[in-house]
């Protein structure tokens, strides 16, 4: 529903299920998991999900093919994306996609009828924001169903400072996700505390009990810098005596490259050999954004210092941040912030900002600065020239403890698992 995302995907390909996944990262977790629980069915109601690309997605095909290697059945409808069968099974996980003419408004309606038929079949329904939550709702009290909601990002209240829309739109978004919440579910999955607090503190009604924080999983084999180099990018780019500063996301304003921009533009009369790689989709629904972003470059006249990269494989996105000297990540609002968790387990240094989740996911080297300022990223940019960090140990976020915390959360909700 975000007006600068819509269906509009991050600036990367989706990854090949399982990619450089270790089995022992589902099964180190609680042993006796499997013996102590029966093996029960859960029906995944989502915007989108593998082929299509996007943090949300990477998130719940890691849980889906989780819980099968635990010996449980996950069925997930979602929105067919072209190129995708209607129906197959990807690493175990049973996938049934709808067609919308690429619309997910309309998913919430054409997906009823296959929804509520697997849903006699399933345990326990969950689902996320937006579009999806609303069909898996009805599903679920039709069939009488315990309903889990995920929340990647709460945006109530922030919509004219995030979004590009016009503020007649951004009211309606406003609403329609406020609507998301006037819904029951039996518990609020928030993928960080910064989430959790925001939810609670816009939706009142909801009792904290309810909330529960889990946080991304990340696949930390496949983000292992000793696996990957950036220098052959850097010499196909002729980027070995430049400060490269990386961007990757989509171009609105909520991830804030206009930001970026204008900063970048402050600091090149001194460090004039300062440049930005940044990784924008070019999807049809990011092209509003994209256009005003190379409008903005020419009237900055950074033509010569920034490169524009279109989606990339995701094999190959670790060593597009490994080319980087420092990683930005100036958005404006974040759920979680996969772009930031990534950089920093490849150990990159990293400018981002200090609201929402970001200072829950920062590690290593950074430098975090108030959202929406100029002159703070500019001043961070020079000092990352200079080597001028700030350091915390690392953080990570492994794909077993988000599994884990998962099954518990199911325990808990059905008696029979306990």
């Known amino acids: 529903m975000n ?3 819509g269906s509009c995907p991050q600036a990367r390909t989706s990854p090949k299920p399982f990619e450089g996944v270790h089995p022992s990262d589902f099964h180190r977790a609680d042993a006796n998991c499997r013996t102590a629980m029966p093996s029960p069915t859960i029906l995944f109601c989502l915007d989108y999900y593998y082929p299509h690309v996007g943090g949300a997605e990477v998130l719940f095909q890691n849980l889906a093919e989780g819980l099968v290697a635990r010996g449980w059945r996950a069925i997930v409808v979602t929105q067919r994306v072209p190129g995708a069968k209607a129906i197959e099974t990807v690493n175990g996980v049973e996938v049934h996609r709808v067609w919308t003419g690429n619309s997910r408004y309309l998913f919430t309606f054409l997906c009823l009828p296959i929804l509520l038929r697997l849903a006699r079949d399933a345990d326990l329904i969950h689902t996320s924001t937006f579009a999806a939550a609303w069909p898996a709702w009805l599903a679920a009290k ?14 109530i209240g922030q919509w004219n400072r995030v979004s590009d829309a016009s ?3 951004n009211l309606a978004y406003d609403l329609l996700e406020r609507a998301v919440y006037w819904c029951d579910y039996q518990n609020y999955v928030a993928v960080s505390k910064a989430t959790a607090d925001a939810l609670l503190r816009c939706c009142r009604r909801i009792p904290a009990e309810r909330v529960t924080t889990i946080y991304n999983g990340l696949d930390y084999d496949f983000w292992n810098p000793t696996r990957y180099s950036g220098d052959a990018i850097r010499a196909r780019l ?3 005596d430049r400060q490269v500063f990386f ?13 970026l921009l204008q900063a970048l533009a402050k600091i090149i009369p001194e460090h004039p050999q300062a440049i930005l790689v940044a990784l924008v989709s070019h999807a049809p629904a990011c092209q509003a954004g994209l256009k005003r972003a190379l409008a903005l470059i020419k009237r900055l006249a950074l033509e010569e210092h920034v490169v524009i990269i ?6 190959e996105l670790p060593e597009w941040v490994m080319a980087a000297d420092t990683v930005v990540v100036p958005s404006l609002s974040e759920g979680f912030g996969f772009a930031a968790a990534e950089a920093c387990a490849l150990g990159k240094p990293i400018i981002a900002t200090n609201n929402a989740s970001l ?10 600065i108030p959202p929406n300022n100029v002159d703070a990223l500019a001043t961070a940019m020079r000092r990352a020239i200079n080597h001028d960090f700030d350091f915390v140990p690392p953080r990570r976020f492994l794909l077993a403890d988000n599994l884990q915390k998962h099954i518990d959360l199911y325990a808990q909700i059905l008696p029979s698992l306990t």
């Open 142 to 155: 039709w069939r009488r169903r315990p309903l889990v909601l995920t929340v990647h990002e709460v945006w």
């Open 238 to 240: 002729s980027l070995n």
């Open 247 to 259: 961007f990757s996301g989509r171009p609105g304003n909520s991830k804030g490259l206009p930001i």
């Open 359 to 368: 200072p829950e996911v920062v590690s290593g080297h950074h430098l975090l």
């Open 310 to 315: 279109p989606s990339v494989k995701h094999a």
């Open 167 to 169: 503020w007649l739109s």
């Open 3 to 5: 007006q600068d995302s």
